[in-house]
Structures are given as C-alpha cells and as structure tokens.
C-alpha cells in the first residue's frame, strides 16, 4: 500500500512540474494569468509536500535496515538503577531487546502430557525510559517448539504468544511495538517447525506494522534464514560451557573461525551483530559441570574437594578480533551492534571508549 502511495505520490510530483515546465518553455502562446500560475505553482507545492510526507512514512527505519546503539536486557525484573540509566544516556542507546518470557516445556497430570506455557515471566519497576524502543523478546526452547507445533498447534501457539506479548507491552505502557524477537537454538529437527512459527507470527504482525526478527547462532548460518524481516548474530555463547577442555565458552576466536574464517557469506536476511560485555564462573566437580556462576559471583559459595572454577569474561581485543572475522565473511556489509547484556556490574568491566567502540564495529 505505501509503494502505491508513494508512487502516485511521485507521479503527481512530476506531472505537476511537467506543466509547469511546459507552460514556461512553450512559445508564441498566450501570456499565462496570474490565477493560472498561482494553482500551478500551488498543485507544485503541494506534490512536493505530499512526496515528502510519503517518502518519510516509507522509509520508517526498521523497514530501510537502519540500526541504532542497543542493548539486551535479559532478566526477570525490569529495573533500571542510576548507573545503567547514566549508561543508556551517555552511549546513546535507542533500543532495548527486553525478554518479556521464555516457553518451555511443562508436565501437564490431567493430561499425562506435555504442553508448552510461557515461564520466568518479566515483571516491571521501571517505566519505559524516555526515547527508548522496546522491542519483546521472547526466548522459546526446542521442545517447546516440538510440543506447540505439532499437528495443526502452529496457528494457535502464533496468536497466543503474539496476543501476550502486545498485551504485555501495553498494560506495562512500552509501545510503540515496531518490532518482536523470537530467540531460539533451533535445530535441523525442528527447523521446519520454527519456520512455520516464524511465518505464522510474522503475518500476524504485518497488520500491525510490527517487523519480527529472530536470533541466529553460528552454526544455523549454514541453514537458509528463517523467514524472518531482520536476524540478529549472536557472538556469544560460542563455546562448549560443560566441556571441561573448553577455553573460552562466552567467546573465543577459534570457535568463531571455524564457522566464519575465509568463508563468503551472503545471508537471506539484513543482520546485527549481538557481543558479549557480561562474565561468568563455570562450577566443576571432579570435571563435572555442577552450575553457572553468574557475574563470576562466588560469594556464599562452599567449594568442596574436587571443585573448580573456571572464570570467564571476553577481553575488548578479542572482540575486535572476532568483528574482522565477521566483516571479512559479510563482504564489509553494514550492521547495527547490540551489547548482551545491560547491567551494572557488567558494563563496569570495560571503559567507556572500549563501549563506543564496540557500538561502532
């Protein structure tokens, strides 16, 4: 509907310049009266109003591509405190990716089966900060996705999900909504399922004026996208976190070159890039994974004989380095930066030019 507008729009433009040029060019005819050129430069301007007018509402930011500074907040709470109010004004984040819930997996007695309902929902202490987007993020397991989307369930689990999260956003007054995320590990077994969800949801939305965006690890960028409007490339988590052996699991270079170095990548869908700010312990026992330390927090921790930990946190070097890798397999192709994930302690581990660099790869 916009592209129809905007080319009638166009064509009015240029038809009222048409006759304004050829009663200016023509000779030997009659002098043109001042009420005639004043409707003709009049119907001008006002194509030239409308052209504008339509040329601004189609090429709404979301709809071109263009990205912004943002952030994801992935907890249970939404509370803001004074530093990370301070951190959103002085990097000029526009945008928040806020988890609304997850969907998993819950064992239903009365039906001796397993159904998928949203758990670990967000509750809100903070408004909405001024000049801020929200865009819900709602991060869905695998066997959920098997559960909710068998047989014919793929229509309904669509209007559920979508139905709560709009319902969410404006009872707790986060819209305008212009965008949905839907974050999930898929796997080639239920990739046929996601995909379905995906379409689903997406015209859902399209009424709306609500672009849908989904999460893409680096081993699904050697499947087709999803049919999502826009991706988001998550460089983190790159790692095997209950494998002993392993370096790094947040970030590490050779885990990312083994997807991305030396490859040519050109991807279905416009992608941002998501990067690790945040640290974390990794409990073993006796080389066994026990828990996640979050923050590295070992306060209150009782280790016993056989236990270790294995700290982890992603030097500002390292991501620069991982950003090469990913702009040599992308052909340089432009992308908005999202920093996983906001947080007082987490974004006191680096400098402020150190953030803004990161916000510019």
């Excluded at 080389?287 to 946190?313: K, M, P, W, Y």
Aim: glycine share 6%; hydrophobic share 40%; aromatic share 10%.
């Amino acid at each position: 509907m916009r592209g129809v507008t905007y080319i009638r729009a166009r064509n009015a433009l240029l038809s009222a310049l048409q006759s304004i040029n050829l009663h200016t060019k023509t000779k030997r005819k009659p002098a043109m009266s001042q009420t005639r050129r004043i409707k003709l430069y009049s119907l001008a301007a006002y194509a030239v109003l409308l052209y504008a007018i339509v040329l601004c509402v189609s090429c709404n930011p979301r709809e071109r591509g263009e990205s912004c500074n943002s952030v994801y907040y992935w907890k249970t709470v939404f509370s803001l405190d004074s530093t990370e109010t301070a951190f959103l004004e002085k990097h000029d984040i526009r945008r928040i990716y806020l988890r609304f819930f997850d969907v998993d997996n819950e064992y239903d007695a009365s039906s001796e089966s397993y159904r998928a309902v949203p758990v670990a929902t967000a509750a809100f202490n903070t408004q909405k900060p001024e000049g801020i987007e929200i865009v819900p993020t709602v991060f869905i397991t695998d066997n959920a996705i098997r559960t909710a989307c068998a047989a014919d369930g793929t229509e309904r689990f669509a209007t559920l999900l979508v139905n709560r999260i709009l319902k969410m956003a404006k009872y707790n007054g986060l819209g305008p909504i212009r965008e949905i995320q839907l974050d999930c590990d898929w796997t080639a077994s239920v990739q046929d399922k996601f995909y379905d969800l995906c379409r689903t949801v997406k015209r859902k939305l399209e009424p709306e004026g609500i672009i849908l965006s989904a999460t893409i690890r680096l081993h699904q960028l050697q499947k087709d996208p999803p049919p999502v409007d826009r991706g988001v490339l998550m460089l983190y988590n790159t790692g095997a976190f209950r494998s002993p052996g392993t370096r790094n699991s947040i970030l590490d270079e050779k885990d990312v070159a083994s997807y991305l170095k030396g490859k040519h990548i050109e991807y279905g869908i416009p992608l941002d890039c998501a990067w690790p700010i945040y640290e974390w312990g990794v409990l073993f026992h006796n080389g066994q994974f026990r828990s996640l330390l979050h923050n590295a927090d070992t306060s209150g921790l009782n280790l016993a004989v056989g236990d270790s930990i294995r700290f982890e946190s992603v030097p500002f070097e390292t991501i620069e380095a991982v950003a090469e890798m990913v702009n040599s397999a992308f052909g340089g192709a432009g992308h908005g930066n999202i920093l996983y994930h906001l947080d007082s302690h987490n974004i006191s581990e680096y400098s402020d030019d150190e953030i803004q660099a990161i916000l510019a790869l």
